[in-house]
T-cell receptor, first 112, second 115 residues
Framework: DGGITQSPKYLFRKEGQNVTLSCEQN?????MYWYRQDPGQGLRLIYY???????QKGDIAEGYSVSREKKESFPLTVTSAQKNPTAFYLC???????????FGDGTRLSIL | AQSVTQLGSHVSVSEGALVLLRCNYS??????LFWYVQYPNQGLQLLLK??????LVKGINGFEAEFKKSETSFHLTKPSAHMSDAAEYFC?????????????FGIGTKLQVIP
């Protein structure tokens, strides 16, 4: 079955450390997205990509970085510059020109 | 600019009762509107979407929503709640502008179904 795989499910970050969240899809979707979810705030867009080797900042990109070297993969790095990284991170994909159609099951990031 | 407001962060209904989750939108141009559902520790699943065709949209799991331009609303309903409907529901809006569609999500409504 096609879908989106996010790993790991739980991740802990130490002070000053960068961590990378993985997102892989086998749906042949061109567009991929990263959202951050905090209680009572809904989803906020971090980065999105509509094509390989191109990506755009969303509403809360500061302290995060991404790459899109392959159509199937869109990893998110949470850098030490992100001072409040504790959240639930969701990756999504879809066809260009449409809304996010499929979501992964998320990665929960916490601070040690 | 576009936004959605979900009235009620928590809603409780009895099993078998009507489910009504409220969503109002703000958009300067005709919008696309969506409802997503999220079960605990999972991603979001698209329930239904409105894209300017029929104003009454039927989705999965027996849910439907009606687009009312005069009220700027897109409320989600289900005639009879099941225990399995307990989840968090998100209303979302995007502009019909072609190319990349920026989706704005509401803060979510947690639905509790009481046996």
């Amino acid at each position: 079955d096609g879908g989106i795989t996010q790993s790991p499910k739980y991740l802990f970050r130490k002070e000053g450390q960068n961590v990378t969240l993985s997102c892989e899809q086998n749906l042949n979707h061109d567009a991929m997205y990263w959202y951050r979810q905090d209680p009572g705030q809904g989803l906020r867009l971090i980065y999105y990509s509509q094509i390989v080797n191109d990506f755009q900042k969303g509403d809360i990109a500061e302290g995060y970085s991404v790459s899109r070297e392959k159509k199937e993969s869109f990893p998110l790095t949470v850098t030490s510059a992100q001072k409040n990284p504790t959240a639930f991170y969701l990756c999504a994909s879809g066809t260009v020109g449409n809304q996010p159609q499929h979501f992964g099951d998320g990665t929960r990031l916490s601070i040690l | 600019a576009q936004s959605v407001t979900q009235l009620g962060s928590h809603v409780s209904v009895s099993e078998g009762a009507l489910v009504l989750l409220r969503c109002n939108y703000s958009s300067s141009v005709p919008p696309y509107l969506f409802w997503y559902v999220q079960y605990p520790n999972q991603g979001l699943q698209l329930l239904l979407k409105y894209t300017s065709a029929a104003t009454l949209v039927k989705g999965i799991n027996g849910f439907e929503a009606e687009f009312k331009k005069s009220e700027t609303s897109f409320h989600l309903t289900k005639p009879s709640a099941h225990m399995s409907d307990a989840a968090e529901y998100f209303c979302a809006v995007t502009l019909n502008s072609g190319g990349y569609q920026k989706v704005t999500f509401g803060i979510g409504t947690k639905l509790q179904v009481i046996p």
